[in-house]
């Protein structure tokens, strides 16, 4: 365990041989890497690899085809085109670095100082860099040519110039992001200065994008470089691609070869640097892309493939006999995820519950129970790479997801959801679309559905809005969801819930983002309409406190396994699964303040350390 | 009322005196009022002891804990610890004031550099204040072992461990410079039940071994019940009730503390049902009461 550990500046090394290990592993990143590592090859031994000045001229050899002395010939004054190609890639990459280079030093600090500080700078940075952006960029060089002469160099600093926007506002705005981070807050509280904040915490920010953006950039200068000089107004005593691209395009009749090998250059090399962002920014992306599974492709999946199939609108099998007063049967419900290497991560596993009419089930777990993806299995809004691995919901006597299927039938859900299934979502004001007015929200999916007009759907959402405790109906019809409250726009997610008089309403977490006294308050709404409705309810929640309040029955989840279920007072008062009891234990409510709760006899920190242990054991199983 | 106290004189035994602490911040446009986040705000804090801040979203609890650590513009009225007027201290004084007074903020997902591994992110606050790596080395192994985590977490990254697992990694980087006042910044809303329960008592063990204060930020009633020895009520940005925890928390006399305390449900069906009615007749008594005035 004693292994002598570096604690310093490691974690960038770390994360980047990973990150290289992944560039050379896609194969468009290998050959980038491979061409632009040739291309460095032969700038940096240009001596070694030559025989030739690249400006020595035999006037006895014009326009020569390539022989054992020069390669590749020679140019319309006698020049050898190897010597003035190797070179050319010195001079070439040496002014794309440049311009790189300084785009860097000037966009880089500044885009750091005005993301972090705001403030002054910021606007006036801003303003410098509008100014910059709007002149036209080939505009400038021409007249910094005809101001300075023709020199490759002063051409490429003010190009490199002309791109620092660029830098300066992919890094103001990824400084931006990260500026309020809390770790950077806590780094500030230990008392770390500025420039410690800015080079540990906020630089590893840019650090990634900066590098994709200079892979560009120095393809674009390229480009931008040998454009200018293959116009006629480079510097003609300096060997470059642009030079030779110009002299072969004037013999191009007489020796058309010579225009092949600069442009071959050009393009191998701006190819590969794009090629390389992209490798890079691709390795840079954690998400790994998971293939579709395919049928019969290895043998876990066969196995599942040949019992689950895609479910199709003829098939319709009839449910089990005696389970079809029930309004809701999930059974035995398996829900996965395939992963990369072809195995699927179970989420949900052999689930089993029913709820009836007028009935409140609480599906109660910490997070990663599986408790959501079992309400979203019903509701059929898992995300498209989930699979049904097992089981069968049926709805009112008939399946949604039959025994067979390996995803839920949108087909057969969409008769239902909507009209006999609704949902009220865990975070009220992300489900409302901040574009349109609460009113035209109710009113839509009410025309759409219960097939009425504008002014009965008008008429309806009023009452309803007036329904869920809204004092004002006219007024919050009107208003756009920025305009009330949390606890506010929650109701009216229930009024819409309620609309289309629904059978089941499936609850996710629906107080949690609520402060408390607001939670009571649509706890109170909830269960008032449930029992004026009669409707069954699946309410899925983490806090027993809400589980007392409103459940008649409750379903207990770990790991994606039910370990529990019954009477809300039998297993609220006297829990049978040890998980079950550890989560009532754990209620603060009715303990002894500042007793230790979970560490009897042991300090917390061994306790802690068990509970760790445990858990892992238990993801394990 | 200026009751600015300097360097120790008159302090008494306070570790921490806010008084009359107000915190605005300016609003965009020429000449708009600033926005009044904080009140007249009077709290202290004494050695070893936990004052518990409770308080709906909005309420200001958060923004005082952050005044109290430099991170909020204090507009009038002083903070002060161990006797020094700390309420607009420079960044060279924060520097020191860092070995007492430490933080631990709400989601400890965001509350750790991704990219730092464990081990540089508990090294930071010591290599601050100038020590070698080779101590720092040391203390982080206390530290860990502290907090109940294995010795090898100084090699991994957050991303590595469970959410009950990062609060533990940032409640042992506010200890690393074994400060006197850890300003808790909900630190257990983000978890799970079971996973608050461990670090409550992590919070409550670290407490008895070293005597620290809280200043402990929630809008969990019977969270701040459990931990603290006193509870200052916030509501709209002022302090409503304050008092011995056993007292605030179980017999509240402000109506807000009432209904917030009977707001939170209980895990029995029957008594959550008798709570409830009582509730509702308090929410009653106090509609009644507010509307006689105006009545009258």
């Not at chain 1, 050319?88 to 440049?98: E, I, K, N, V």
């Not at chain 1, 030779?244 to 004037?250: C, D």
């Not at chain 2, 860092?98 to 991704?114: A, H, I, K, M």
Request: with cysteine; glycine share 8%; charged share 20%.
């Amino acid at each position: 365990m004693s292994v002598p550990v570096e604690l310093v500046g490691q974690s960038g090394t770390v994360v980047r041989s990973n990150v290289i290990k992944k560039i050379l592993k896609n194969p468009l990143g290998l050959s980038a890497v491979v061409v632009l590592l040739f291309m460095v090859v032969l700038a940096v031994l240009a001596n070694v690899l030559t025989s030739f000045d690249p400006n020595f001229a035999n006037i006895g050899k014009t326009l020569a085809s390539g022989d054992a002395v020069n390669l590749l010939g020679t140019d319309s004054v006698g020049r050898d085109v190897w010597s003035r190609l190797v070179f050319g890639a010195r001079t070439t990459l040496l002014s794309a670095l440049l311009c790189a280079a300084v785009a860097i030093a000037i966009g880089l600090p500044s885009g750091l100082v005005a993301g972090y500080y705001g403030g002054k700078f910021d606007g006036v940075s801003n303003w410098l860099v509008n100014v910059l952006m709007s002149l036209p960029g080939i505009i400038v060089l021409l007249t910094v040519r005809a101001a300075l002469g023709p020199s490759v160099w002063l051409s490429m600093v003010a190009f490199g110039i002309l791109m620092a926007p660029g830098y300066f506002r992919l890094t103001r705005t990824a400084v931006q992001s990260v500026r309020n981070e809390l770790y950077v807050d806590a780094a500030r509280v230990a008392g770390l200065s500025d420039t410690a904040i800015m080079s540990r915490h906020i630089f590893s920010v840019v650090r990634a994008p900066i590098i994709i953006q200079t892979a560009v950039i120095c393809g674009v200068a390229i480009a931008i470089q040998s454009g200018l000089e293959f116009l006629g107004l480079g510097d003609p005593s300096v060997a470059t691609w642009g030079v030779m691209l110009n002299e072969g395009f004037k013999n191009i009749y007489l020796s058309p070869l010579l225009l092949v090998w600069p442009a071959l250059a050009i393009g191998l090399t701006i190819g590969a640097l794009v090629l390389l962002a992209n490798a890079i920014r691709d390795a840079l992306e954690d998400a790994e892309k998971i293939k579709a599974p395919k049928r019969g492709g290895n043998t876990a999946q066969a196995s599942l493939a040949t019992v689950r199939r895609r479910p199709d609108r003829t098939f319709s099998a009839v449910v089990e006999a005696g389970t079809e007063h029930h309004l809701v049967k999930v059974s035995h419900l398996g829900v996965g995820y395939p992963q990369a290497d072809g195995s699927i991560k179970k989420v949900v596993d052999d689930v089993s519950f029913h709820v009836d009419r007028g009935e409140v089930l609480g599906i109660v777990g910490e997070s990663g129970s599986g408790k959501s993806q079992t309400a979203f299995s019903i509701l059929g809004l898992l995300p498209d790479a989930a699979r049904i691995v097992g089981g069968s919901i049926q709805f009112d006597g008939k399946y949604t997801v039959a025994p067979t299927d390996d995803r839920v039938s949108q087909t057969r859900l969409s008769e239902y959801r909507g009209k006999r299934i609704s949902y009220i979502p865990q975070e009220p004001m992300s489900n409302l679309d901040p574009a349109f007015t609460i009113g035209y929200q109710l009113v839509t999916p009410m025309m759409r559905v219960l097939k009425i007009s504008k002014s009965e759907a008008t008429k309806r959402a009023l009452k309803l809005l007036d329904d869920v405790g809204i004092r004002f109906p006219e007024k919050t019809f009107e208003a756009y969801p920025h305009e009330v409250s949390g606890g506010m726009a929650q109701r009216v997610l229930i009024a819409g819930a309620i609309s289309c008089e629904p059978d089941l309403i499936i609850a996710d977490e629906p107080t949690t983002a609520l402060d408390v006294t607001v939670q009571a308050d649509v706890l109170d709404l909830v269960r008032d309409l449930q029992k004026r409705l009669g409707v069954g309810v699946i309410l899925v929640t983490h806090n027993f406190g809400v589980v007392a309040d409103l459940c008649d029955r409750v379903a207990v989840m770990q790991n994606g396994r039910l370990v529990e279920d019954g009477d809300v007072r039998d297993i609220l008062r006297n829990p049978k699964d040890p998980y079950t009891q550890k989560l009532l234990s754990s209620m603060l409510e009715d303990k002894e303040p500042m007793t230790m709760l979970v560490s009897a006899g042991m300090p917390a920190a061994q306790a802690a350390a068990r509970n760790d242990e445990r858990d892992e054991k238990e993801m394990a199983r | 009322m200026s009751t600015t106290k300097h360097h120790g004189a008159a302090s008494g035994a306070e570790l921490l005196t806010v008084s009359g602490l107000d915190v605005e911040y300016p609003l965009k446009g020429f000449r708009r009022k600033p926005f009044r986040a904080l009140t007249d705000i009077n709290i202290s804090v004494k050695p070893g002891e936990t004052l518990g801040l409770v308080g709906e979203s909005g309420s200001g609890k958060t923004t005082l804990g952050r005044a109290v650590l430099g991170l909020a513009p204090v507009t009038r009225g002083t903070i002060t610890f161990e006797g020094n007027d700390i309420s607009h201290a420079t960044r060279a004084e924060r520097r020191r004031l860092g070995r007492d007074l430490q933080v631990v903020f709400q989601d400890p997902y965001t509350s750790l550099n991704p990219s730092m591994e464990i081990g540089s992110i508990l090294a930071e606050p010591l290599g601050v204040q100038g020590q070698s790596p080779a101590q720092a080395r040391a203390r982080v192994r206390e530290l860990l072992d502290q907090v109940g985590l294995p010795s090898d977490a100084i090699n991994r990254l957050p991303r590595e461990f469970s959410g009950g697992q990062r609060q533990r990694v940032a409640i042992a980087r506010a200890l690393a410079l074994s400060p006197k006042l850890i300003v808790c910044d909900e630190p257990v809303s983000a978890l799970d039940l079971s996973t608050q329960a461990v670090v409550l008592d992590l919070f409550l063990q670290i407490q008895r071994d070293t005597g620290v204060s809280y200043l402990f930020v929630s809008h969990d009633l019977d969270v701040v019940r459990h931990i603290s020895h006193r509870v200052a009520v916030m509501y709209h940005g002022e302090i409503v009730e304050q008092g011995p925890a056993h007292v605030v928390t179980r017999s509240p006399e402000h109506p807000y503390t009432q209904r917030l305390l009977l707001a939170s449900p209980v895990p029995d069906p029957d008594r959550q049902a008798k709570r409830r009615n009582d509730r509702h007749r308090l929410l009653d008594a106090q509609r009644l009461e507010e509307a006689s005035p105006i009545s009258a």
